[in-house]
Every structure is written in C-alpha cells, then in structure tokens.
C-alpha cells in the first residue's frame, strides 16, 4: 500500500459519515478492501438484532465483501447506550491494532461517532428503579411532565435538546434525580486522548438528489417487507429502539391513526427530515473533510493516500 509509515505512527481509523441513503456503506466496503481493514459499525439501529430491513443493514454480499463489526449485535429489548458503545469500541479496537494499522468505521449516528473519535462525558451509573420510574411516567402521562421537571431541573438543557425526544429527556431527568444535579452539569469534561488517529470523511449530496435517493430506498424497504418486518415488532413499540422513522409510522398504521398510503409517504418525509438533522450535526463536527457526491470510489481512495502520505486536506 502506498502509505507513508511515518503518517500511520498510531493506528488509524478512517470515518465514514454522511446523512441516510448517501452511500456510505459501499464507500466503506471499497475502503475497508483497499487497506485490508475491516469495518465497526456505529449506526445507533444497525445493532438490533430484529430491526434489518428498516435500518437498511449491509446486504449479506456486503457483509461477505468486508468484516463488519456491532451489527445485529443486541436485541430490542436491550438499553444500549453512546457510553457502552464507546467502551465495547474502544475494548474491541485496542486488540484490533494489535494486528492492524487502519479500520474503518462508518454509519449515520453521530453522537456514537462522537464519542469514539472525542470521548464521552461521564455520567452516574442510574439506578434501575429510577430508569423504572421516568419510563412509566411517560408512559402514563406522556411527556410534557417530563419537559416541565427538566426545566426546573435543568435549564440550560432544557434550552437546546429537542424537547420532542422522549429518550433525550428522560436520560437527562435519569442523571438529574439520580444526582441531584443538573445533566448539563456532566458535560463538557475534558476527554482522555484516543490511542489512535482519526481521519474523518462525510458524503455531501446536492439536497434534491438526496431526497430522491431516500424515497427510492424506502420503496426498496417496502419492497422487501418492511411492513410485515414492523408487524413482528410491534407488541414491542414502546421499547426505545423502536422510536425511529420506518417502523414509528407502521405502528401509526396498525393502531389505525392513518392510512397505509400517509404512513408510507410519512417514513419518506421523516426520512428526509432525519437526512438533514444528519448534515446539520455533521456541519458542526469539526475535522471533517467533505466529499461532493457522485464522485468516483477511485478518486476518493487516492485523496486519501494523497492525505495520509502529504499531511494535506483534500482539494
């Protein structure tokens, strides 16, 4: 392989990011092949064991073509955190550069990109009769007690989580009473460094484009029996790992809230929302070299040789 020793004095991890449908995967699989690497997964759903069709898992070709890692890894039913991600990550890459200089890592979710390339804030374990509480409460009450006990509890969180995301407030309200203090209080902690280097990459798609591509692979969803997969699922809705677009709006359906036709053009229009909440987070990140899409596979495995070997941002 044409690279530099010198550029590689730690081990690598090459990201691979960008918003739903964008082609990260047959990206990661050409990359992955080149560098004899193999793949972590940090796609938050792709690790669920009975959610497949919905979380467009890399086909069992794809899966041949390039080891992959954290899929299908934990059931539904399973509470599987950004903090228990990082340590399985971070556990499982120690002995992986044992052996290797580069992996690759690639999915959507950027909070668990996040938190392997940066560091997690540290939280207070939580008590399983506090999880117990919040989860019943919501359930019983919905989740405007919860926005209101957030707001005396913690403002400053209170002003910029997505007041909507049920998960987010009741982690937040978990730390608060297990601690007493505000959740924000946990954040911003200043991170041990990572025993690797970190090259970051996402997919940049002109927005009609895009979309196009998503609602084209919802109707391969469909097609390959999303509905009847999120039938199975469903006695499960309430669970946390099923509050995501594709199986939200079937349960919609079956509890009969609106038709099949809304419901399918539904996980589209949410699916495009998701898509831009994805490129908002990535604006942010820092450190990310943007790739303008379609480019050519060949083109973007030489920018980055050219990058390892030069020390250089792409052009």
């Not at 690598?12 to 004899?36: D, N, Q, R, Y």
């Not at 890692?69 to 556990?91: C, Q, R």
């Not at 989580?161 to 009741?170: A, G």
């Not at 709006?249 to 038709?259: A, V």
Request: glycine fraction near 4%.
């Amino acid at each position: 392989m044409p690279i530099s020793m010198k550029s590689l004095s730690k081990p690598l991890l090459i990201v691979i990011a960008g918003p739903t449908a964008s082609g990260k995967t047959a990206l990661s699989i050409e990359v992955a092949k080149h560098f004899e690497a193999e793949i972590i997964s940090c796609d938050a759903r792709q690790f669920y064991r009975e959610m497949s069709i919905g979380t467009a898992k890399p086909s069992t070709e794809e899966l041949a073509a390039a080891k992959h890692h954290f899929i299908d890894t934990h059931s539904v039913e399973d509470n599987y955190s950004a903090g228990d991600y990082e340590k399985d990550v971070l556990a499982f890459l120690d002995n992986y550069f044992k052996e290797r200089k580069i992996a690759v890592m690639v999915g959507g979710s950027g909070l668990f990109m996040r938190v392997i390339c940066e560091g997690v804030d540290s939280y207070p374990e939580i008590p399983e009769n506090i999880r117990l509480e919040l989860k019943a409460q919501f359930e019983k009450e919905g989740i405007v007690p919860l926005q209101e006990e957030l707001l005396k509890s913690d403002p400053i969180y209170y002003a910029k989580v997505d007041l909507n995301n049920p998960h987010r407030i009741i982690r937040a309200l978990e730390v608060c009473r297990t601690s007493s203090l505000p959740f924000s209080s946990f954040q911003g902690k200043e991170r041990e460094e990572r025993p690797f280097q970190v090259l970051k990459f996402a997919l940049d798609w002109n927005r009609e484009i895009l979309y196009d591509r998503i609602n084209r692979r919802v109707d391969k969803m469909l097609a390959e029996g999303l509905e009847a997969e999120a039938l199975e699922l469903y006695p499960k809705k309430h669970l946390n790992a099923l509050q995501t677009v594709g199986y939200q709006e079937f349960f919609d359906f079956f509890d009969g809230k609106m038709r099949k036709a809304e419901a399918i053009e539904k996980i589209k229009q949410h699916s495009r929302n998701y898509a831009k909440r994805q490129v908002t987070w990535l604006k942010k990140e820092k450190d990310i070299i943007w790739i303008d899409m379609p480019t050519k596979t060949e083109l973007i495995l030489e920018s980055i040789i050219h990058l390892l070997n030069k020390n250089e941002t792409l052009p």
